[in-house]
């Protein structure tokens, strides 16, 4: 059975190599990308499993991510987990409008981030 991969997009560096370390001794197959611009292309390069996508980031806003992940055919079915410091209820309704899978409020639990796309992708 090949390794499930998970792609990790956000602009906090020590978050992401957290994300790729606790994913990776997991088992999985880990990209990772600083800026939307670049995880997008990583998305269309390697089309991971699941994403994991923080809401603020310079160059490229999360929900501009979702609506570029979304209009892909070949992504639209991902698992795209948004992630993000507001707790802000019109924020985390249009992330599941534009098509997140889940939205989880930092801080999280890097277990439960992992168990959510562990559960996420169960069925696939």
Do not use: W
């Amino acid at each position: 059975m090949s390794s499930r991969t998970v792609l990790a997009i956000d602009n906090d560096e020590s978050l992401v190599e957290l994300l790729a370390y606790a994913f990776g001794e997991k088992g999985y197959t880990v990209y990772t990308a600083h800026d939307g611009t670049i995880g997008v292309e990583l998305a269309v390069r390697h089309r991971p499993d699941a994403i994991i996508c923080d809401l603020i980031m310079g160059e490229m806003h999360g929900f501009q991510v979702l609506q570029e992940l979304r209009a892909r055919p070949e992504l639209r079915d991902t698992v795209v987990i948004v992630t993000s410091a507001k707790a802000y209820k019109p924020d985390i309704d249009r992330a599941k409008e534009l098509g997140a899978t889940e939205y989880m409020v930092k801080p999280f639990v890097v277990e439960e981030l992992i168990a959510a796309v562990g559960r996420h992708l169960g069925d696939r």
